[in-house]
């Protein structure tokens, strides 16, 4: 489809969305009840087929899933979308039925995962507290419900960040896997609900221009932040109006104040936000691309804060970029014209902050059962070392992301079906067999889990030669996890193995692994800072782990779990016909 969301006269006819619009239609449901999708691929068989992408059914890369980003898919593995792990991949002309619990009220998001095309096929998830209109004042509070968890607010409004690149798809995935590639590509825009100006001068017809949040002066509204970047962690802010954070990744914490929020790819959060500056004013809301090789830079991602007169919930959005309130044609600056006042006031970071304020963060309650796995030891320890190898069987554009030395590479015949069919080897590797390799069974090409028990994962930050230390925003599926330790430069099990330096950890499935070399690190040093990671096992299935850098998943730098495969029959509530 072709569309223009930047205003640049940019426009790829391939480019893929869903049902029309750039993001995809919101998904909304209450905790505890089961949502169902059903994804028809109405793309062409593919005319470009790649020979370095043979993983994709002979390089169709048509073929596609969608993730459902931070739902747990208890009892649905088959729902969790990763291809050639959970299902295969749709087929141009097929559609593929993905029906999962709602178990955690939160902000999520669903995105494809083949290939490039998560640049555009991306969606919030929207799952809601039964209780959640006690903390909307002027609802129903009559004595004997249940206390509201959340803090009071008047409205909501929903913010997704996204890039856009002036380069087709299949282009940019060709560039990643071929013999040309020289570094990951910088988005040329930052969207905001699918918008931005590439140019302050532009004078495209058509324009969708900035986007616009409508607010009315006196209310606080829940404003929740997706971060559907492909590649970049974006610093986000709102002019003159400070942020208070009480969700992270569909975890409630104590609500925290801050000036700008650092939101990698992958992670999501709400905020409270009060109107009560000058209505007659247009407040700038800012992004900027943080842990680059140059630092922080400054992006083209502008949208505007805009008081309303009338009734609140006149001016509510979807979020989808399209629905406005019935004044923004009069009450709006014109589309391309931007106060450039407004970015006077607006508080962005002006260097990258290490752990940013999560060390000051906690959860606003925890089980009795999270607190047992957080006091006590892990039933062991994987160590994940990141870094690049080349594949010697491809003559040109070997090279490679990877975990331990291994790149991931898409299965012959997708894992879960295996373990429905009964053909799935077991792991015949001893517990001391599997300490040895970190975890791996390279005969599985998994990392096999047993019920229930505790595994810490350290993940060790390395950066190739002659390049700057990089983040790397690391997400789990099937799981949430806690971060309860980091550390620079190289991980030492003897000195670093029983640090606990982050004081309240947060449950939480997608975690930025930060650039932290150490402080005296000669110039050929390679250790750039390491990350602990808590995770119980409690979900049998097969989940993908990975840097959620969209090209540095696709070029080799995830793993698969392997998670209790002898329950997984038993586990699963209902086997949807995978692929069909």
């Not at 798809?169 to 560039?175: F, I, W």
């Not at 019935?326 to 589309?335: F, H, I, N, Y």
């Not at 994940?384 to 491809?394: H, I, K, V």
């Not at 540095?552 to 002898?566: D, K, L, T």
Request: glycine fraction near 8%; aromatic fraction near 10%.
């Amino acid at each position: 489809m072709n569309i223009n969301p930047d205003c640049s006269n940019y426009t790829d006819p391939n480019n893929l969305v869903v049902n029309g619009q750039l993001p995809g239609t919101t998904l909304e449901a209450t905790q505890g009840q089961v949502l169902r999708v059903t994804v028809y691929n109405r793309l062409p068989k593919s005319t470009q087929p790649d020979a370095t992408i043979v993983s994709y059914l002979g390089g169709n890369t048509n073929a596609m899933t969608i993730h459902f980003h931070g739902i747990l898919q208890l009892h649905s593995n088959d729902a969790d979308g990763v291809p050639f792990v959970t299902q295969n991949p749709i087929l141009p002309g097929d559609h593929y039925v993905y029906e999962f619990y709602c178990d955690q009220a939160g902000t999520y998001f669903y995105h494809a995962h083949v290939g490039m095309q998560e640049r555009s096929v991306i969606g919030a998830i929207i799952v809601r507290d039964p209780n959640e209109k006690l903390s909307r004042r002027g609802m129903d509070d009559k004595k004997g419900q249940k206390i509201a968890t959340l803090p009071a607010y008047d409205d909501e409004r929903l913010i997704v960040l996204s890039e856009w690149y002036h380069l087709p798809r299949l282009a940019m995935e060709e560039y990643l896997l071929g013999p040309t590639f020289a570094g990951l590509l910088i988005p040329n825009s930052i969207l905001i609900n699918g918008r931005t100006v590439y140019a302050e001068n532009a004078t495209t017809k058509d324009c969708p221009g900035y986007e616009v949040v409508p607010v009315q002066r006196g209310l606080t509204y829940r404003i929740r932040v997706v971060g559907a970047n492909l590649f970049t962690t974006s610093g986000f802010a709102i002019a003159k109006h400070q942020m208070t954070v009480f969700e992270t990744d569909g975890t409630l914490v104590k609500p925290y104040d801050v000036d700008y929020l650092e939101v990698a790819p992958g992670q999501r959060y709400s905020v409270l936000v009060t109107a009560d500056q000058d209505p007659s004013k247009t407040y700038a809301i800012g992004t900027e691309m943080m842990w680059t090789d140059a630092g922080v830079v400054q992006t083209n991602g502008w949208g505007l804060l805009q008081y309303q007169a009338g009734d609140s919930e006149d001016a509510s959005m979807s979020g989808d970029g399209d629905e406005k309130t019935k004044d923004d044609a009069s009450d709006a600056p014109a589309v391309l014209v931007y106060p450039l006042s407004t970015r006077q006031d607006i508080t962005l970071s002006s260097t990258d902050r290490l752990y940013w304020d999560w060390r000051q963060m906690a959860p606003l309650f925890a089980t009795k059962q999270d607190r047992n796995i957080l006091a006590g030891s892990a039933d062991r320890t994987i160590y994940w070392e990141l870094g690049s190898t080349t594949l010697p069987q491809l003559p040109a554009g070997n090279f490679r992301y990877a975990i331990n030395g291994v790149p991931f590479m898409d299965p012959t015949e997708t894992l879960l079906l295996q373990a429905l069919n009964s053909t799935r080897p077991q792991s015949s590797m001893t517990a001391q067999q599997l300490a040895a390799s970190n975890g791996y069974d390279a005969s599985l090409g998994t990392y096999p889990l047993k019920n229930n028990e505790v595994v810490d994962i350290v993940i060790q930050n390395v950066r190739e030669t002659n390049t700057p230390c990089r983040a790397h925003p690391f997400h789990t599926h099937g799981h949430t996890h806690w971060w309860i330790a980091s550390g620079s430069g190289k991980y030492d099990p003897e000195t670093d193995g029983q640090v606990r330096n982050i004081p309240n950890p947060v449950a939480k499935d997608t975690t930025l692994l930060y650039a932290d070399p150490s402080p005296d690190a000669a110039a050929d040093d390679l250790y750039c800072g390491w990350m602990r990671l808590r995770l119980f096992a409690d979900n049998p299935g097969y989940w993908a782990a990975h840097c959620h850098i969209v090209p540095h998943m696709f070029m080799g730098m995830m793993i698969a779990f392997e998670e209790s495969p002898e329950l997984i029959p038993s586990y699963l509530s209902e086997i949807i016909n995978c692929g069909h």
